[in-house]
């Protein structure tokens, strides 16, 4: 089947890894674009290979997405080394424990989950308009390693929405600015893939050329959200921060609920 692509799924999966680029270079969550694309254009594939290639196409718009803002934004490394080292550990933990069980279970909370970050945010005018870190230096250390390690084995586990948890965690947790806290959650999504892929790749769950493939798509709308989000500022990003988890609310609740009212 995987050589044997019509040009329309090609077409659907290069049109989702650009929309997917574009919006997790700016808030994160682009993995609820991909991923579902995968799943819908290829669902005679193993789960555990499809989310193996998308790591492939995931981590080089990341990884371009977070040299960008490293250029422009004063990432607080104090905070995001610690959750990125222990991101490692998460993912990879995560991302041998997929290739064992089902999703279903993180997939039916995953709307919840999505909810009340849209309604936090909601509720907070304030939230992250200003850059005002609110915990001392090993604080900042010893939860940014938590956080790491939490969301980094989610993202192994599962994945969709790994960067705008993380944003809001450095947004509401630490108090950084919506800019700083995207600079930071984009190096650590970086190690979430990479430690994720040192598992797929080997145990043979990636298509490579696939993942290649979208990769370049990936790349292409990472430099536009990129762009869009470092000249548009903080207030632009918390405006589509909502309105991508409002969508996405719509669209995961209705994949993971729909089965048991039809």
């Given at each position: ?235 632009f990003v918390r405006r589509i921060l909502l309105g991508v988890v409002l969508v996405l609310i719509v669209k ?11």
């Amino acid at each position: 089947m995987i050589h044997d692509m019509v040009p329309t799924v090609l077409a659907g999966l290069f049109a989702a890894a650009f929309g997917a680029g574009l919006i997790d270079a700016m808030v994160g969550g682009g993995g609820l674009i991909q991923i579902p694309a995968l799943f819908g254009f290829l669902p005679g594939i193993g789960h555990a290979s499809l989310l193996g290639t998308n790591k492939i196409s995931s981590v080089v718009g990341t990884t371009f997405a977070a040299q960008r803002y490293a250029r422009v934004i004063q990432i607080p490394w104090n905070a995001v080394w610690p959750a990125t080292l222990m991101a490692l550990v998460g993912a990879f933990i995560g991302a041998y424990i997929v290739t064992q069980i089902s999703t279903e279970t993180l997939r039916l909370l995953l709307p919840v989950l999505l909810s009340a970050v849209a309604l936090y945010t909601f509720l907070r005018k304030d939230l992250g308009s200003v850059h005002a870190p609110k915990l001392s230096r090993s604080r900042e250390r010893f939860f940014g390693a938590c956080v790491g390690l939490a969301i980094g084995l989610y993202d192994g586990f599962f994945g969709p929405g790994t960067g705008s948890f993380l944003m809001v965690a450095f947004v509401v947790f630490f108090g950084f600015d919506f800019l700083a806290a995207t600079a930071g959650a984009k190096v650590v999504n970086v190690a979430c893939n990479l430690a994720s892929l040192a598992w797929f790749a080997p145990s043979g769950h990636v298509i490579a050329w696939l993942g290649f493939s979208m990769a370049f798509f990936n790349l292409l709308g990472a430099q536009v959200g990129a762009a869009i989000a470092i000249k548009r500022g903080a207030g632009f990003v918390r405006r589509i921060l909502l309105g991508v988890v409002l969508v996405l609310i719509v669209k995961t609740g209705w994949d993971s609920y729909s089965p048991f009212f039809l």
